[in-house]
């Protein structure tokens, strides 16, 4: 956020305005309208919701776009209606970035990932079996689990129909990058973290919006699903931050184990509230140690 933006006690609503501009299928999408919407130059509103939200806002509301047609085409739509629905006006545009998006074409994904190719493997960690899961265009799946039949049930329950292939001998560049750095952030191992490979996962733009947040909770602290709601900007969004919380498939990666009910309980964790609570103290003993 600029500095003169800062002194501005509306800034943070001028950008809500906008994004539920963007939210909204038959909203505005050029700058001009946008910027009229906010109170404020073209230069400043892309830059200020560039720093708020970590994208454009035409790269929001294409991710948003995306979002829609993604939950549309796994509720069974027709792909040209879904497409329509979700606010594209031309299918050749969602086909173009649909393998970016959504890792496949939206018939694939609407079909349980028929045509996508994962590859996966797994391993031991002191909180169980952790299963790694990649496309041609990144991380896909990050699970928890008893063992290994558990967490391949589950990666066939989110892509039914998507060519699978177990990697072990040597596993590859992405699979063991995403195991070295979940070690090496939870202080099971030394050395330094490699960088994170792409992520391949489908969400709408408020889901990575709580995802990102969740990144930057303090390792060993927590917070409510309505204080981060109210971090958002969005205070009465407690609800859809735990749905947001609810529907990560990247454990680890993406903190949401930090997340506690409003009254401080711990609260259910889709990989189980035990090893939530582990997690946490291991956290907070790396900081005690650290600090």
């Not at 720093?51 to 454009?56: A, D, E, I, L, P």
């Not at 928890?144 to 558990?150: I, P, T």
């Not at 602290?221 to 204080?227: A, D, H």
């Amino acid at each position: 956020m600029t500095p003169a933006l800062a002194m501005r006690p509306d800034a943070d609503d001028a950008l809500e305005r906008v994004r539920a501009a963007l939210d909204r299928t038959d909203g505005p999408r050029d700058l001009a309208s946008l910027a009229d919407i906010a109170g404020l130059s073209p230069t400043h509103l892309q830059r200020a919701f560039r720093r708020r939200y970590g994208v454009s806002p035409a790269e929001y509301a294409r991710v948003h776009r995306f979002g829609q047609l993604r939950d549309a085409l796994r509720g069974g739509a027709a792909v040209t209606d879904a497409v329509y629905e979700a606010g594209f006006g031309s299918g050749s545009r969602v086909y173009e970035e649909s393998d970016r998006r959504l890792g496949m074409t939206p018939a694939s994904y609407r079909a349980g990932g028929a045509g996508a190719s994962i590859r996966y493997t797994t391993t031991d960690t002191p909180l169980g079996r952790l299963l790694v899961a990649t496309t041609a265009r990144g991380i896909c799946s990050v699970t928890l689990g008893r063992d290994d039949a558990e967490l391949e049930d589950r990666l066939v329950a989110e892509f039914p129909l998507a060519e699978r292939e177990r990697v072990d001998a040597g596993r590859e560049e992405w699979l063991d990058a995403v195991i070295a750095r979940v070690a090496h952030e939870l202080g099971w191992a030394g050395g330094d973290a490699p960088d994170m490979p792409p992520l391949d996962v489908a969400a709408t733009a408020f889901q990575w919006r709580v995802w990102d947040a969740l990144t930057r909770i303090p390792r060993g602290e927590t917070l409510s699903y309505g204080e981060l709601a109210a971090k958002l900007g969005v205070p009465k969004a407690a609800r859809a931050v735990g749905r947001a919380c609810g529907s990560n498939r990247l454990a680890l990666l993406v903190p949401c184990h930090r997340i506690v009910r409003e009254d401080g309980s711990l609260g259910g964790w889709r990989w189980g509230v035990d090893i939530k609570r582990q997690l946490l103290a291991d956290e907070r003993g790396m900081k005690a140690v650290k600090g």
